[in-house]
C-alpha cells in the first residue's frame, strides 16, 4: 500500500497479559517512530529507528516496553505485562530520510484498551 | 535533549475570529514543520519551513519561521469549524540526528 500501515486497528486485552502491535512503514523510509497518544493528549515518543543506527529508546516508558525494526522495514512494539495506564492509541510514524525530505507520515493507529 | 513547548495548550475561539499559536525550541533548529490531527484522525502534515523568517501561507493558514530558527508561529484568520482540531509543532535540531521531535500539540475547539 501507498501508506503506513497499522495492525491491529484495535486491541482489547486483559492487564497482565502481552501484547504485540505492528508497524508497516512506507517503502523506502528509513525512519520510523512510534508514539503515544492518550484520549486527548499530545503526541508521547517511544522510540525511533534511524537505518541501521542504534535506536533512540529514550521515550519508553518502562523496561515492559520494547520495539524492534527487522531489515530496516517492519516493527513491532511489544508490551508486556499490560496495565491499566498503557490504554492509549499507539501511533507508528515513518520518514524518509535527510536533507528537507523528513516529512513524517503517520498510520492510523492501534488503539489499545487494557480491561 | 532538545524540547519542542507550544503555546497555548487550548484554543478556543469563536467562529470568524483570528488568532495565533507558538511554537519554541530549545535548540536550533534545520526546519520547522506543522501538523493537523483531526477529532478521531492521525497526525497529517501541513507545511514545512527550513529557511530563517521563511513565511508560508495555505489559504487562511500562515505559518512564520523565526529569525533565529528557534521558534515558529501559525496564524489562522477568520477561523472556521473546519480548523478544528489539535495542530502539533515538529523541529529537527540543526547538526544534529534528524529525529523529528514534537510539541505537545495545541487543541482548537471553534464555537459557530
Known amino acids: 500500500g501507498a501508506g503506513v500501515s497499522q495492525s491491529p486497528s484495535n486491541k482489547v486485552t486483559e492487564k497482565g497479559k502481552d501484547v504485540e502491535l505492528r508497524c508497516d512503514p512506507i517503502s523506502g523510509h528509513t525512519a520510523l517512530y512510534w508514539y503515544r497518544q492518550s484520549l486527548g493528549q499530545g503526541l508521547e515518543f517511544l522510540i525511533y529507528?534511524?537505518?541501521?543506527?542504534?535506536?533512540?529508546k529514550s521515550g519508553l516508558p518502562s523496561d515492559r516496553f520494547s520495539a524492534e525494526r527487522t531489515g530496516g522495514s517492519v516493527s513491532t512494539l511489544t508490551i508486556q505485562r499490560t496495565q491499566q495506564e498503557d490504554s492509549a492509541v499507539y501511533l507508528c510514524?515513518?520518514?524518509?530520510?535527510?536533507?528537507?525530505?523528513?516529512?513524517?507520515?503517520f498510520g492510523q493507529g492501534t488503539r489499545l484498551t487494557v480491561v | 535533549g532538545q524540547q519542542v513547548m507550544q503555546i497555548p495548550q487550548y484554543q478556543h475561539v469563536q467562529e470568524g475570529e483570528d488568532f495565533t499559536t507558538y511554537c519554541n525550541s530549545s535548540t536550533t533548529l534545520s526546519n520547522i514543520q506543522w501538523y493537523k490531527q483531526r477529532p478521531g484522525g492521525h497526525p497529517v502534515f501541513l507545511i514545512q519551513l527550513v529557511k530563517s523568517g521563511e513565511v508560508k501561507k495555505q489559504k487562511r493558514l500562515t505559518f512564520q519561521f523565526g529569525e533565529a530558527k528557534k521558534n515558529s508561529s501559525l496564524h489562522i484568520t477568520a477561523t472556521q469549524t473546519t480548523d478544528v482540531g489539535t495542530y502539533f509543532c515538529?523541529?529537527?535540531?540543526?547538526?544534529?540526528?534528524?529525529?523529528?521531535?514534537f510539541g505537545k500539540g495545541m487543541k482548537l475547539t471553534v464555537n459557530p
Open positions: 510514524a515513518s520518514s524518509p530520510t535527510g536533507g528537507s525530505g523528513t516529512e513524517a507520515f
Open positions: 515538529a523541529g529537527i535540531t540543526q547538526g544534529g540526528s534528524e529525529k523529528l521531535v
Open positions: 529507528f534511524q537505518g541501521n543506527s542504534a535506536p533512540d
